[in-house]
């Protein structure tokens, strides 16, 4: 079973959450809000964004890159952790 698959309500709640935010941003800029308030509202957009690719990364290393049913060494681990914590950098 895929990542995606097995954590659907978690990543479809988080895509909500994201969609919320992107309206936010839009009625902001419907209501001619102060533009360092919708630069603001981006950000977070993009943070969120970010958050969900790296989630949704790590499970694709997790189950794909490290297949589980079969053995694997204390570092392949430790390369994949070494992976997501750049990836997780890069992504702020």
Known sequence: MSHTVR?????????????GQIEGIERALEEEKDCFAILQNVAACRGALNGLMAEII?????????????????????????LMKI?????R
């Open 7 to 19: 954590d659907k309500k978690k990543l479809l709640d988080r895509t909500r959450r994201i969609k």
């Open 58 to 82: 790590d499970g694709h290393i997790q189950l794909h890159v490290i297949d589980p049913k079969r053995p694997h060494t204390h570092e392949q681990h430790e390369a994949a952790d070494d």
């Open 87 to 91: 990836i997780r950098t890069y992504l």
